[in-house]
């Protein structure tokens, strides 16, 4: 079975540029969270989604968006890219809505020049 | 100018030895708990889960104590082996947030052979 996958890998962009991060959750999950993780941090949550509904939004900027497709895979978005959007962001799938191990894709480096 | 940064915490252990890592978390409305080992260059992998309604849980080589007075988890691991060697975090799920996971800031391990 596959795991969580991210696309892209790695990105650079320029500040004010847009972008838009993808995951395909495990087979079955019906939930996803994306996450930022800065260099030496530990990851910081931004949105749930379960059910392509949102159930969970982090103390992020209305700059970051996201949504969830009807075969549960999900985009990230962010617009008018800052430096500080630099970081590795991770996305985690899982069967339900709320209290289970969640299961984390590679993620996808950010890097805002 | 000043630099700004965190600073993991860091344990090196002898290849075989047990290792202990600690982590305090920050709400006692916590109910649920994940430890994840996260390697350079990859997404946070799942190690064990406790809820609050325990106080041990053991896996392969591993063992989570929760102790709820004084909102402190560890992650037991034995016979450390060079593989071991990752940053390790602990995770904390609170009451009716779905999916939504803090994070502790992470605990560097090194094994020495």
């Known amino acids: 079975d596959a795991g969580v996958t991210q696309s892209p890998t790695h990105l650079i962009k320029t500040r004010g540029q847009q972008v838009t991060l993808r995951c395909s959750p495990i087979s079955g999950h019906k939930s996803v969270s994306w996450y930022q993780q800065v260099l030496g941090q530990g990851p910081q949550f931004i949105f749930q989604?379960?059910?392509?509904?949102?159930?969970g939004r982090g103390n992020f900027p209305d700059r970051f968006s996201a949504r969830q497709f009807p075969n549960y895979s999900s985009e990230l978005n962010v617009n008018a890219l800052l430096l500080g959007d630099s970081a590795l962001y991770l996305c985690?799938?899982?069967?339900?809505?709320?209290?289970?191990?969640?299961?984390f894709g590679q993620g996808t480096r950010l890097t805002v020049v | 100018g000043e630099s700004v940064g965190l600073h993991l915490p860091t344990l090196s252990v002898q290849e075989g030895d047990n290792s202990i890592i600690n982590c305090a978390y920050s709400?006692?409305?916590?109910?649920?708990f994940i430890w994840y080992k996260q390697e350079s260059g990859k997404g946070p992998q799942f190690i064990i889960d406790?809820?609050?309604?325990?106080d041990k849980r053991q896996g392969q080589r591993v063992t989570v104590l929760l102790n709820k007075t004084v909102k402190h988890l560890s992650l037991q691991i034995a016979a450390t082996q060079p593989g071991d060697s990752a940053v390790y975090f602990c995770?904390?799920?609170?009451?009716?947030?779905?999916?939504?996971?803090?994070f502790g800031t992470g605990t560097s391990l090194t094994v020495i052979p």
């Open positions: 709400n006692s409305a916590s109910d649920y």
């Open positions: 995770a904390e799920n609170m009451l009716n947030t779905g999916n939504q996971f803090y």
């Open positions: 989604y379960y059910e392509k509904e949102e159930r």
């Open positions: 406790i809820r609050s309604n325990m």
């Open positions: 985690a799938s899982s069967s339900f809505g709320g209290e289970t191990e969640a299961f």
